[in-house]
């Protein structure tokens, strides 16, 4: 919950003499507006916020933040450095309420930054990392939420505006708040720190993915430890042990340094992993010359690491262990992959909604571990700039160790074909298509088995999930 008088000292830091109008939630879909949220008009790439803004006063929005001029029956009040009116002038209320600033993401990352400020009891936990940064947030998530009133990042909401708007609805009542921060360039990652102030970092781990638009992976790994930086003295920064990039990113912190791993060495750490495949993963959680037996319904056994990042911030909040083990087992989140069946009663693991090298290996891990003829179907794995015929490389040749038969799609996917052959797969069962319709319909053509086992998956820009469309089995 914040106000018009808050917004206003935020943006401007003026105190002003406005009656209180209060806001629940701020939105920037004007679907999403409702009675109470104040809805942010934001000029993109495809649309512009501002045309929407009569629609997000028609679903109950009570107040619009805007940059440009709009003209129509409302009240204005406005913000921008260079007016300089008397703000203590009175609104009608009984107009739509608009609210003129000089940048609307600018404003929105201001009043956030200040209602932060004002919630100086609720901590917050910032995660980052290449891969699993979403899948951590859930689970840390379900292991806090058994004990504390939590707030989490909805969606993949991770970026410069999805990190305020989550700020914002925060209140009095939230005790914890679990934020992802997502990476393209240095800086960014430093800028939402500034804005949320967390007191404990995680890094899942550092890989491929955006050293198109990093660099490499050096870069990557500067722009991740600048959650590890913000941290003050009395938090925690939660490390991948087994990650050669995460680890030393010890050195440049203030904080206490947890690590996690499946290398023993790690304070915190996992052995003993049984993957039961689709009845989820068994392992022992050691910490503190403690076995603990731990049945993670998520499957795969990369979800064990998931596991031991939300233990690490439970223990830096102070759950027991019991308390720990409880919200992990009684987790049902498996996000975005999703297990269906093919049209012949088939397993179909659909995990369309992105790919990298490093989770395209964990999804071939868990192909493994199911039993029937393997199937996968690999799309290209977008932004890997320097990487890319390195990255497609390794899932080639990991292809090659668990597939009965693999299919590629895409140009640059060729790379993981060769991959595949050079490392002593039949080149009879490595199957190389430029689109999406031409692999489903080999796969329809060759005719599927109901002991076959299909993994899906391939960057966003893919859109794989046409291929699922085809195969799965139609309720």
Known sequence: MFTLNEIICAVTGEKTKFAELEFTAAVIDSRQSEDGTLFIAVPGERTDGHKFVSSAFAKGARAALIQEDLEGDYDFIDLREKNGIDRSELISGKKPLCIRVDNSIDALQ????????????????????????????????????????????????????????????????????????????????????????????????????????????????????????????NGTAILNYDDTFVRPMAELSKARVLFYGLDPEAELSACNIRSNGLDGVYFDLCYQQKKNPVHLPLIG????????????????????????????????????????????????????????????????DLLSEISGRKIAVLGEMRELGQYEQKGHGMVGKKAASVCDELIAVGAVTKYMVDSAISEGMDSNHVHWFASNDEAADYLLDRGMEKNDVVLIKGSRGMVMETIVEKLEKKE
Do not use: W
């Not at 840390?140 to 305020?164: A, C, F, Q, R």
């Not at 233990?311 to 027991?320: I, Q, R």
């Not at 088939?346 to 369309?352: A, F």
């Open 110 to 233: 201001k009043i956030a930054a200040f209602h932060r400020t004002r919630l100086s009891e609720m901590r917050v936990t910032g995660i980052t990392g290449t891969v699993g940064k979403t899948s951590t947030k859930e689970l840390i998530y379900d292991v806090l939420s058994v004990h504390y009133h939590t707030l989490k990042t909805l969606g993949n909401m991770n970026n410069e505006i999805g990190l305020p708007l989550t700020l914002l609805r925060a209140d009095k009542d939230t005790e914890l708040a679990i934020l992802e921060m997502g990476f393209y360039v240095p800086g960014e990652i430093d800028q939402l720190c500034r804005i949320a102030l967390p007191s404990v970092g995680v890094v899942t781990n550092v890989g491929m993915v955006h050293a198109s638009r990093a660099g490499s992976m050096e870069v990557i790994a500067r722009g991740k430890s600048e959650l590890i930086q913000s941290l003050p003295e």
């Open 301 to 364: 056994r990369h979800s064990v690491m998931t596991a031991l990042r939300a233990a690490a911030v439970g223990l830096v909040y102070d759950l027991s262990m019991d308390e720990i083990i409880s919200g992990l087992e009684n987790s049902r989140n498996q996000l975005r992959m999703r297990l269906t069946h093919t049209f012949a009663d088939g397993v179909l693991i659909d995990d369309t909604y992105n790919a990298s090298p490093e989770s395209t290996s964990a999804a071939l």
